[in-house]
């Protein structure tokens, strides 16, 4: 069951953002874009539980989109198909971008500004989701 205790059936919502480092509305919101995948039962005062098994979905989740940079809809994609991985590492893209006729150091060129991109894409995604 990864980093949760096997004598854990029902895990609350805080623990999950506590353990995972996702805000609540985060959760929440993944449970309207992924109702297939994150699924938690409601306790009697509307309070959300989730089971391990939703846990490492969503923690599957959180790395393809945080750590991989797919978008929600590519997430979706992969669940609709069937192809959402166990573990993030596990995710294989099936596409990549190739220049044609490009030198090796202008496609290294760009590489960079793309990862350079990226990073800044991720730290302000981060600053926005710590607001």
């Known amino acids: 069951m990864g980093q949760f205790m096997d004598n854990e059936y029902f895990v609350s919502i805080n ?10 509305h985060t959760l929440r919101y993944w449970e309207k874009q992924f109702p297939t995948a994150i699924r938690p039962i ?38 609709h198909d069937g192809k959402l991985p166990h573990v993030a590492s596990d995710f294989v893209p099936t596409t990549s971008v190739v220049l044609p006729h490009a030198s090796s150091s ?25 607001q």
């Open 106 to 130: 202008i496609n290294d060129s760009i590489n960079d500004d793309i990862d350079t991109a990226l990073d800044l894409l991720k730290s302000a995604k981060e600053l926005l989701n710590n």
């Open 42 to 79: 409601t306790g009697a005062a509307g309070r959300r539980y989730y089971r391990a098994d939703t846990i490492e979905k969503i923690t599957v989740i959180r790395d393809l989109l945080y750590k991989n940079g797919l978008t929600i809809a590519g997430v979706k994609k992969l669940i």
């Open 15 to 24: 623990d999950v953002v506590k353990r995972l480092s996702v805000p609540a």
